[in-house]
Each structure stands twice: as structure tokens, then as C-alpha cells.
């Protein structure tokens, strides 16, 4: 079956515009996750997503950074007047339950420039 | 800080050798899991392993878990070429409702 898709998967945009990161998880899949990875670097959670629950934003890094996801499906992330720092791949991930107990599938993310 | 710590951060062998990956983390977890991303791009889940299980194997991959130690290894036995990746672990802590990366380990097989 289809994976976990995004979209674009590579943009580059000026310092000070906002960019919208798209992601389609994988179908039924209830939690839905973004990360982010710099360069060489692990993974950096951001933002996470359960069902109808209120969302853990523990991890957006700034409030230029702002997250939906719309009927228990397809997400976007928003960030707000960009910053060269916010250059990055944007990693989506969706599993079909919460809990700890499930593996996380990946999507192909989005390379983001910020010039 | 990070959860999982990998080590070594970077790793370079002859096709055909075993390779040893570590990882390191600092709190009780549900379980530990292993992934691999290729060029930067989306990672793609090798194993997982629970906290209450010790070994496990998925083809030429061999995970072990010491909970005592907090640590887990990831072995890839006859490496090949198409091996060169980088792996992470990543750990699920008891209570938390995410997974916590670690830096990743960088592997290079030379043919």
C-alpha cells in the first residue's frame, strides 16, 4: 500500500517568508509525528499527533512554528517568517496506534533551504 | 540532551566484515528500535526490541538490549556495499508518547 508521503521535497525560500510542510500519513494510521534533522544530526521531535487529542507541541522550537492536522488525516507545519537556522530536512512519520509499542513509518521528508 | 547516544559516530569497514554499532540512553524505556536512512532522506525501521527481551535477530541484523546497562548494540553480520547507511536508535521511554533519536552512527562499506 502507499507510505507515508510529503510535499514539496525540496524548497527553498527567502529569509522572512513562510514555508507549509505537507504530509499525508499513511491511511488509518492514528498518530502522526514531525521531526527535524539538520545536517549530519539525529533526529529533533517537534510535534506530535494522536487521534483527537490536543497535540504535543513540546518540541516546536519557536512560536513562528505552528502545526494542524486536519480530520485525523493529512498535516501541515507552518514556520513563519523563516530563519537561516530553520534550514533543515523535515521528517513526517505516522504508526497506526500510540503507546510506545509500534514502529514509526517514515516519509522522505522535505529538504528546506532558507537563503 | 539526547536520549540515545551512538557510538562510534562514524564507521568504515571492508565488504564482507561484521559491524558494531552502540547505543547508549539515560532512562527506563518501553522498548529500543533501530532505523537506517539512506542520503539524508526518510528512515526506514530495522528492528525493535523490548525492554524485557534481549536479543533478537532479523535476517543479519543481530540487536542486543542490557537494560542494566542501558545500552544496545546492533550488529550487521557479511557486510555489503549497499549497507552504507546511517543507523540510529532510538528509545521510547516509559510514559512518554514519542520516540527519542540519537545522533546516528555513519556506516561506510568499502567493496
Known amino acids: 500500500g502507499a507510505g507515508v508521503s510529503q510535499s514539496p521535497s525540496n524548497k527553498v525560500t527567502e529569509k522572512g517568508k513562510d514555508v507549509e510542510l505537507r504530509c499525508d500519513p499513511i491511511?488509518?494510521?492514528?498518530?502522526l509525528y514531525w521531526y527535524r534533522q539538520s545536517l549530519g544530526q539525529g533526529l529533533e521531535f517537534l510535534i506530535y499527533?494522536?487521534?483527537?487529542?490536543?497535540?504535543?507541541k513540546s518540541g516546536l522550537p519557536s512560536d513562528r512554528f505552528s502545526a494542524e492536522r486536519t480530520g485525523g488525516s493529512v498535516s501541515t507545519l507552518t514556520i513563519q517568517r523563516t530563519q537561516q537556522e530553520d534550514s533543515a530536512v523535515y521528517l513526517c512519520?505516522?504508526?497506526?496506534?500510540?503507546?510506545?509499542?509500534?514502529?514509526?513509518?517514515f516519509g522522505p521528508g522535505t529538504r528546506l533551504t532558507v537563503l | 540532551s539526547q536520549q540515545g547516544e551512538e557510538d562510534p559516530q562514524a564507521l568504515s569497514i571492508q565488504e564482507g566484515e561484521n559491524a558494531t554499532m552502540n547505543c547508549s540512553y539515560k532512562?527506563?524505556?518501553?522498548?529500543l528500535q533501530w532505523y537506517r536512512q539512506n542520503s539524508g532522506r526518510g528512515l526506514v525501521h530495522l528492528i525493535l526490541?523490548?525492554?524485557?527481551?534481549r536479543e533478537k535477530h532479523s535476517g543479519r541484523l543481530r540487536v542486543t538490549l542490557d537494560t542494566s546497562k542501558k545500552s544496545s548494540s546492533l550488529l550487521i553480520t557479511a557486510s555489503r556495499a549497499a549497507d552504507t547507511a546511517s543507523y540510529f536508535c532510538?528509545?521510547?521511554?516509559?510514559?512518554?508518547?514519542?520516540?527519542?533519536f540519537g545522533q546516528g552512527t555513519r556506516l561506510t562499506i568499502n567493496p
Open positions: 512519520a505516522s504508526t497506526p496506534t500510540s503507546g510506545g509499542v509500534d514502529t514509526q513509518y
Open positions: 526490541i523490548r525492554s524485557n527481551e
Open positions: 499527533f494522536q487521534g483527537n487529542s490536543a497535540p504535543d
Open positions: 532510538a528509545t521510547w521511554p516509559g510514559g512518554a508518547q514519542k520516540l527519542v
Open positions: 532512562t527506563s524505556i518501553n522498548n
Open positions: 491511511s488509518g494510521h492514528t498518530a
